[in-house]
């Protein structure tokens, strides 16, 4: 493979024309129907009641480490970062866990960590000056070291909180300072909104109370070398209005029936391209583009899409509930993921078969969330509620709150398998570049 540098990779013309229409691709209730709870390779493993937490002053969730616009992770002088999802613990006594707990997302806040190790963190705080609140609580997104900057960086994130109940895709922008004691920042100051769901694309406000539309992941694209970002969104139209067909269900066995209630699942993993200055940092002006896959009739979240790009191959994964499948579709919440051969506007098809990366296995159902899964294939995850041993997994007083991540686990991507290989510690993560970042390898596929 030839080695590149990152400065040849952002200016390359590929000469490829960005395509305005693709077909779509479908997670099909036929996969679905092959979703498979425990199996050992698609399975996150058991996490013990005792687990450690990484604070006692603070419950995280989604998370994500320090990365370059091409998906790999990246230390800053010698430091690992991390972003979370934060809340701080009101009652130190948890004796209110469970209230603050479940309560989380209506007082989520970005905030960071460090570490020398990858393993032992630091909480550094908030990231965002209260001026860059548009609305209420910051909800998931990336932070990203500017391609071709010693220290600039750029947190994409969801503004969400406001009565007219809008999520908006949004970014802030500052630096990234280190000393021999630690890590922090400055700037993120001010906030600029990326787009906004238009009812075209995908679904809105006024279509579907329950839209989502969130999570911006941005990525240069190494087919063309422009910025795209991944989001979390729903295919347009009327929710429950839907009508599903054999185009949704896929090869279902004969004698299938679809069960009324799929309708109502309508997911879509969203794509946009950055058609303003984003390489001066100019991240204002997007335009929509159509969904690169979507979930209708089977599921109607698939959140936090995030690419790795390996072998040749782009990989999409996403996270999604057990709560959210719809009709007689059912899977355990975790990781899900798609392949294409040709890039990232695909077509793809779903990874195992059914599209089930990693699921909870069936005795710990919420043991961990919003996994991330790497350019090298360690997947972290948030721990959410471990029920006590023998215990019912959804009575909060047999269970214990997570609120900090769950052991890395590692997954060995083999073209449209994907196998479950090693078990790290809690919190771990691993870097596959010192900012600045060099291309060790060619990443375009
Ligand atoms: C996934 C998610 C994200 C959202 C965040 C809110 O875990 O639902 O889509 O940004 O959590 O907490």
Redesign the pocket.
């Known amino acids: 493979m030839n080695a590149i540098s990152s400065q040849s990779l952002v200016q390359a013309n590929f000469s490829r024309p960005v395509p305005t229409k693709y077909p779509v691709s479908r997670w099909t209730i036929a996969d679905a129907l092959k979703v498979r709870t425990d199996d050992p390779t698609t399975t996150m493993p058991l996490i013990d009641y005792q687990f450690p937490i990484m604070s006692n002053d603070v419950m995280i969730?989604?998370s994500g480490a320090l990365r370059d616009m091409h998906m790999r992770t990246v230390t800053f002088k010698g430091w690992f970062v991390l972003w979370s999802?934060a809340v701080d613990k009101i009652d130190k006594t948890n004796a209110k866990i469970y209230d603050e707990w479940h309560s989380r997302?209506d007082r989520?806040y970005i905030g960071y960590w460090y570490s020398r190790d990858g393993v032992e963190w630091t909480w550094g705080g908030r990231l965002f000056q209260t001026s860059a609140d548009l609305r209420p609580w910051e909800?998931?997104g990336s932070l990203v070291m500017r391609e071709g900057t010693e220290n600039k960086v750029d947190m994409f994130y969801?503004s969400v909180g406001a009565p007219d109940g809008n999520s908006v895709p949004a970014v802030s922008s500052g630096t990234i300072h280190a000393d021999d004691k630690g890590v922090w920042f400055d700037g993120f100051a001010t906030s600029t909104e990326m787009f906004k769901a238009d009812g075209v694309h995908y679904a809105n406000a006024s279509e579907d109370p329950y839209f989502d539309f969130?999570?911006p992941q941005p990525f240069i694209n190494p087919g063309d070398g422009q910025l795209y970002t991944l989001f979390?969104g729903n295919v347009p139209g009327a929710r429950g209005q839907f009508v599903i067909g054999t185009d949704e269900m896929g090869a279902v066995p004969p004698g299938y029936a679809v069960d009324a209630g799929a309708q109502y699942g309508a997911a879509a993993i969203g794509l946009a391209r950055c058609v303003s200055g984003w390489r001066k940092g100019d991240y204002s002006r997007w335009e929509l583009m159509p969904a690169l896959v979507t979930a209708l009739g089977v599921n109607d979240q698939t959140?936090?899409p995030h690419f790795v790009f390996k072998d040749g191959l782009t990989y999409l994964f996403t996270?999604s509930h057990h709560s959210t499948y719809t009709g007689k579709s059912t899977g355990p919440d975790g990781v899900y993921g798609f392949v294409s051969e040709k890039g990232i506007f695909g077509p793809y098809k779903p990874l195992n078969s059914s599209g089930l990366v990693l699921g909870n296995p069936s005795s710990q159902p919420y043991s961990t969330?919003?996994h991330f899964v790497d350019a090298e294939g360690y997947v972290q995850s948030f721990i959410d509620t471990i029920p006590a041993a023998g215990q019912n997994a959804e009575n909060p007083e047999t269970y214990r709150i997570g609120g900090t991540l769950a052991p890395t686990v590692r997954l060995v991507l083999d073209g449209d398998r994907t196998f479950l290989t090693e078990v790290h510690d809690y919190a771990q993560v691993f870097a596959q570049s010192a900012w600045p970042a060099s291309l060790a390898y060619d990443v375009r596929a």
Do not use: H, K
């Open positions: 969730w989604d999802l997302n989520a909800w998931s969801t969130r999570d979390e959140e936090r996270i969330y919003s």
